[in-house]
């Protein structure tokens, strides 16, 4: 799983400028992706609309407006038998970024 800012690991941008973050993440065979979730500010974030499947690419945007470093992350998982619904069986991986926000 990769999580990168505008194609780069890290990011410098001003207060409120946004970036997007490119999430790539592949399931283990033969577990199907079945949820992406951003936290942001450390508070997990509702689900992102995907179309399940053994991969995903995705874009989200991120901007912060108190200045420091900011470490973004993405929960994406996987369900061994494809199920959304269903919470078991289910495998986690968390990928992180950092954006560093100036004035």
Do not use: W
Not at 52 to 62: N, Q
Not at 89 to 99: K, Y
Request: net charge negative; charged share 20%.
């Amino acid at each position: 799983m990769s999580v990168t800012i505008d194609g780069t690991d890290t990011a410098t941008v001003r207060a409120g400028e946004k970036v997007t973050l490119q999430v790539h993440a592949e399931a283990p065979s033969p577990g199907t992706i079945v949820e992406v979730r951003p936290v942001f500010g450390g508070e997990l974030g509702d689900p992102v609309a995907i179309t399940p499947g053994p991969a995903v690419s995705l874009e989200l945007a991120y901007s912060a407006k108190d200045v420091g470093t900011h470490f973004v992350a993405v929960r994406v998982a996987a369900q061994a038998e494809g199920d959304k619904e269903c919470q078991y069986a289910r495998v986690s991986n968390v990928g992180r970024t950092r954006v560093n926000v100036v004035e």
